[in-house]
């Protein structure tokens, strides 16, 4: 069990900004399949890759999408990842022209058990920090290693306090 409290900051995506993020990884996915036909397949990281996958899967006009599961964070608090739903090995075989698309890397270690699923597929994430950098193959934004990523699906607007009137 790893605790990775505290992260000094916060990069907050809205829906919009992952909407453009997730389309710009589509724009420089285009044309890097390994053949003509483009990609055969894309298979997303339950549950963050599921959206960017879609957004990825309709640029890139890709219709067979399964997805793979893997357990490891606990909110922010991180233990071994498991692989606990496998994608259709019969479609997906050892990964060649196959893309797996998450919403961001980390440590790397939830690519790292995802790799030796598909040792040959290609590995694209919307946002990458440092220390996973390595595991990736493809992605958008960099963020430090001590920021944590809010996606808009863990967020709700709310009322906040004007400046003035604070303390
Ligand atoms: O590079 P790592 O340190 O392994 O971390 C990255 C993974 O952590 C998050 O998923 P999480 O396990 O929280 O599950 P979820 O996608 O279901 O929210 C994120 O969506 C990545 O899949
Ligand atoms: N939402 C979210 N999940 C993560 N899993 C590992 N790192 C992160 C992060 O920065 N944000
Ligand atoms: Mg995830």
Redesign the pocket.
Known sequence: MTDRLPHEKGFHVSWDQLHRDARALAWRLQGEGPDEGGWRAVVA??????APAMIVARELDIRMVDTI???????QT?SE?KVIKSPDMDVVGDGTGVLII????????????VRKHMPKAHIA?VYA?P??RP?VNTFITEVSQDTWIF?PW?MALQYVEPYRGKD
């Open positions: 990281i339950t549950r963050g890759g599921m599961s893997v357990k490891s964070y606990n909110h991180q990842p998450d919403d961001l890397v980390d440590t790397g270690k939830t690519l790292e058990v994430t920090k220390m996973g595991q996606f863990d």
